[in-house]
């Protein structure tokens, strides 16, 4: 090794980071041979070799400046409100576009429900929600799931029967007597 690595690991995935980019192919090609004496394998698809640098001080992102996904979260750089490059995190797309999908398709085959059900259940899907992603920095991503889950759930109580839709203020009535959680930040990483 010619310079200095880390490993940031939870559960089974795990990050490695090296100053090097040599030692971080041979690391590679090693962890390949280690896994296999154990019988087991390194998924090709969501191992990637990512030259992950702090982008030059002038201003220019410059190439290999690549972001990564890891634990549903997206890494990136960005500079920091007093000028310096750091590290930051949001939902990662994929994740964010399933949550999304998920909450409307709930509230869709639920919408006959009691209110007092739907609200209930649907507090659940966004505390658990926003209690996993509540991160500094991602602020934005839980406010986009909760506004979702709201147009979500006013939109398919609108098509509880062929009657009429409930208008946006109607619906900020029915808020005031089952209001959703409001994102927060939790974790403070």
Same mark, same amino acid.
């Given at each position: 090794m010619?310079?200095?690595?880390?490993?940031?690991?939870?559960?089974?995935?795990?990050?490695?980071?090296?100053?090097?980019e040599?030692?971080?192919?041979?690391?590679?090609?090693v962890?390949?041979?280690?896994?296999?004496?154990?019988g087991?394998?390194?998924?090709? *698809?969501?191992?990637?070799?990512?030259?992950?640098?702090?982008? *030059?001080?002038?201003g220019?992102s410059?190439?290999?400046?690549?972001?990564?996904?890891?634990?549903?979260?997206?890494?990136?750089?960005t =500079?920091? =409100?007093?000028?310096?490059?750091?590290?930051?995190?949001?939902?990662a797309?994929?994740?964010?576009?399933?949550?999304?999908?998920?909450?409307?398709?709930?509230c869709?085959?639920?919408?006959? =429900?009691?209110?007092? *059900?739907?609200h209930?259940?649907?507090?659940?899907?966004?505390?658990?929600?926003f209690?996993?992603?509540?991160i500094?920095?991602?602020?934005? =991503?839980?406010?986009?799931?909760?506004?979702?889950g709201?147009?979500?759930?006013?939109?398919?109580?609108?098509?509880?029967?062929?009657?009429?839709?409930?208008?946006?203020?109607?619906?900020?009535?029915?808020?005031?007597?089952?209001?959703l959680?409001?994102?927060?930040?939790?974790?403070?990483i």
């Open positions: 010619k310079g200095r690595c880390f490993l940031i690991r939870f559960a089974d995935d795990f990050v490695i980071g090296c100053e090097v040599g030692d971080a192919r041979r690391i590679l090609e962890l390949a041979k280690r896994f296999g004496r154990f087991l394998a390194i998924h090709s *698809e969501k191992t990637a070799l990512i030259r992950f640098r702090k982008p *030059e001080s002038n220019e410059g190439s290999g400046n690549g972001t990564f996904d890891f634990l549903g979260f997206t890494h990136y750089w =500079r920091s =409100r007093r000028g310096a490059w750091v590290i930051k995190r949001r939902t797309r994929k994740r964010l576009r399933r949550a999304k999908k998920s909450l409307w398709q709930w869709r085959s639920n919408r006959h =429900r009691p209110l007092k *059900e739907q209930r259940v649907l507090c659940h899907k966004l505390r658990g929600h209690q996993y992603y509540a500094r920095g991602n602020s934005g =991503r839980l406010e986009t799931i909760f506004m979702h709201k147009k979500a759930w006013r939109y398919w109580l609108s098509r509880r029967s062929n009657k009429s839709c409930i208008s946006w203020e109607k619906f900020e009535r029915v808020l005031l007597t089952y209001p959680p409001r994102p927060r930040i939790l974790h403070g």
